[in-house]
């Protein structure tokens, strides 16, 4: 079971990330249930929350984010606090039941925290949550520190009472992983009057009928929320003494912090109440400058919507026409987009805002992104790259990187659990190219519970000609190697019923004959089945059952080194795309034919070589042996010149 810790009494000044300080909030407001899917930047969360005391808070690790709402809205319901966190991309998926949450709204307070990983550090999209204000009328808060995330926090949840709604707490991966200074206070224990004091079905059976009727209550709502925005401390016009008035932005979220760096001495309008917005606020930001910038990530949802609404002169409001829509607008960005506008405008005796500092970001060698020593997928991609003739579709994970070098095995990712429908519109879809290719799914098994099992049902109902290839780790590894239905422990670490994928994809409806479970560290049988099941005119499931490296579950076995004598530098062994493989020269040779061929020595790490053996089975002169300590320590000393 994971170690619950005492929590650190009020008054305490902590170093949290968002994502922390958001959930000692939610401990501390006195919430009852938090669910959710792991999910980049915005895991963190629930994880901080799971190690509160379980008497104090219920946490679950959902199958996917719809299910995790739901949870939440069942706990709201009941008239207890509730909290559920995702990355953007998991509020899509949750959104069918967010358009009739926002109808029937709530008892308890329900707080949705949704995580923007501005500038794609782990996503396969870059979108804008604040539009799930506007398209679902509802609150939106914006934090632009670690403290903002903990006040803002809490006071959704009095807010969400105040109007019986939900309210989401919009962050960016800046907020969710930069830590600050917190000053903490008490958890106050909040009691549930439970559902059955709440019955009316008029509000909670949404039929055409009562959906009608609770229409004109969202917009009175917006309206009164709108208002607030003009008196929320959260709102405010930040004013330096003597300030320039050439300029002035509006700003919310991280970029407020952006922007006080960039330009300490423009006036600055900081919204943390971020939706509805509150006009006036804008006209008086207006009346102390003479142009506006607008600096939002990432959409021109506030740009666009002050212009409409006469805040001021059109031409006097600037935002995306001279700053970027993607990505982080850091100083480094807004300083010399804003100052070349300003020199275009006013001309080349313009005397710049603020000056461009090239120090403000350290330039980080690139690091192309690769799987772990030893991971279970090097396998899998290494045979699907060996076997001719697929088209593959991929899905999220880890084992998305099966695309990139060296294996190139895999063709499409789209989103979770994709992978098996876009699989059936292959077969089905056939092009003149594509008459003879077999087509395979791949898709790891939290995807699969998360997104795939319908898909798979799909594929087996509309009689597809497809081999799924169902990847089982026992961890959401992308995200941290959390617990889920396929490893049998939950949130705490306890024990949990675990799903038999085996028995699943048959009740599913595929054949047992053509169903495998499979070691992936057995290349000659994994090669095998594959290449024998995608000439099958059916469905088939080839499922992996070998842990994540990174979890409890994996046990490292002795590890391998190269005997630099009989490598021939044949280069069998780096198509595996092991990391602990490591090229120490290469060379060109030409074959009695006239052929050159390129040649590439190798050693292994062996200090984080766990043994599985993968590269073993490729090696064509058997240079690769079990690691003797004495002979690595003298290549070492090799290396370095000082060998016996």
Not at 105 to 128: K, P, R, T, Y
Not at 240 to 261: Q, W
Not at 272 to 279: H, I, Q, R
Not at 300 to 313: Q, Y
């Amino acid at each position: 079971m994971a170690k619950q810790f005492l929590p650190d009494p009020a008054g305490s000044k902590l170093l949290l990330s968002g994502n922390e300080a958001v959930a000692r909030a939610v401990w501390e407001s006195g919430c009852k249930v938090a669910a959710a899917y792991p999910g980049t930047p915005s895991t963190e969360m629930l994880e901080s929350l799971s190690k509160y005391p379980t008497s104090d808070i219920y946490t679950e690790w959902s199958v996917n984010e719809k299910v995790s709402l739901e949870v939440a809205i069942g706990a709201a319901y009941s008239g207890s606090r509730s909290f559920c966190c995702m990355k953007h991309v998991g509020l899509n998926v949750a959104a069918d039941a967010l358009m009739t949450l926002t109808l029937t709204g709530v008892i308890g307070g329900l707080v949705i925290a949704v995580a923007d990983d501005v500038g794609l550090s782990s996503s396969q999209n870059e979108q804008d949550s604040r539009y799930w204000g506007r398209f679902a009328h509802l609150p939106i808060l914006e934090p632009a520190d670690s403290q903002e995330a903990y006040t803002m926090a809490k006071y959704a949840f009095e807010l969400s009472e105040q109007f019986q709604t939900p309210v989401i707490l919009r962050m960016t991966t800046r907020i969710n992983h930069v830590k600050g200074v917190v000053v903490v206070g008490e958890r106050i224990a909040k009691n549930s009057v439970g559902f059955a004091a709440n019955k009316d079905p008029n509000r909670w059976v949404m039929t055409p009928n009562g959906a009608i009727q609770r229409l004109p209550l969202i917009f009175d709502r917006e309206e009164q929320l709108r208002k607030l925005g003009g008196e929320t401390a959260f709102n405010f016009i930040d004013t330096p003494e003597n300030y320039d008035k050439r300029l002035g932005f509006i700003t919310s979220g991280a970029a407020f912090m952006h922007v006080k760096e960039a330009f300490p001495n423009s006036p600055v309008l900081k919204l943390g109440f971020a939706y509805p917005l509150n006009y006036d606020l804008c006209k008086n930001l207006s009346a102390l400058v003479d142009e506006i910038v607008v600096v939002e990530e990432v959409e021109p949802l506030i740009e666009n919507e002050i212009k409409a609404n006469g805040v001021a002169d059109l031409t006097k409001i600037h935002g995306k026409d001279i700053l970027p829509r993607i990505g982080e607008l850091s100083p480094e960005v807004i300083i010399p987009a804003v100052n070349k506008f300003f020199h275009e405008k006013y001309g080349k005796n313009f005397v710049e805002i603020t000056k461009n500092n090239e120090n403000l970001v350290e330039k980080v060698f690139p690091r192309p992104p690769t799987m772990c020593v030893a991971c279970p997928h090097l396998g899998v991609y290494y045979t699907l790259s060996q076997v001719k003739n697929l088209n593959i579709s991929g899905d999220i994970g880890c084992y998305t990187l099966g695309a990139g070098e060296p294996w190139h095995a895999l063709d499409t990712t789209i989103s979770m659990g994709a992978s098996m429908g876009i699989a059936l519109g292959m077969d089905k879809g056939r092009g003149e190219s594509d008459a003879n290719k077999r087509i395979v799914a791949v898709i790891g098994d939290s995807t699969f519970m998360h997104m795939g099992m319908t898909g798979l049902l799909d594929i087996v109902y509309n009689r597809g000609n497809v081999t799924i290839i169902l990847l089982d780790n026992r961890a959401v590894g992308m995200t941290g190697g959390q617990d889920n239905p396929a490893n049998g422990r939950d949130i705490h670490g306890e024990e949990a019923p675990r799903i038999d994928f085996e028995k699943l994809v048959i009740a599913l409806g595929v054949k047992p004959e053509r169903t495998h479970v499979v070691d992936p560290y057995k290349l000659p049988v994994l090669f095998k089945t594959i290449r024998e099941e995608v000439k099958v005119n059916d469905v088939s499931v080839i499922i992996t059952n070998q842990p994540c490296v990174l979890i409890k579950d994996y046990h490292p076995l002795t590890p391998y080194q190269v005997e630099e004598d009989k490598c021939t530098g044949c280069k069998n062994c780096l198509d595996v795309g092991c990391p602990a493989i490591h090229v120490t020269r290469r060379d060109k040779v030409v074959k009695p034919s006239g052929r050159e061929v390129d040649l590439a020595f190798v050693n292994i790490e062996s200090e984080v070589c766990t043994g599985c053996g993968l590269c073993l089975q490729p090696c064509a002169p058997n240079a690769i042996v079990p690691w003797i300590p004495s002979k690595a320590i003298n290549f070492v000393a090799k290396e370095k010149g000082t060998a016996a």
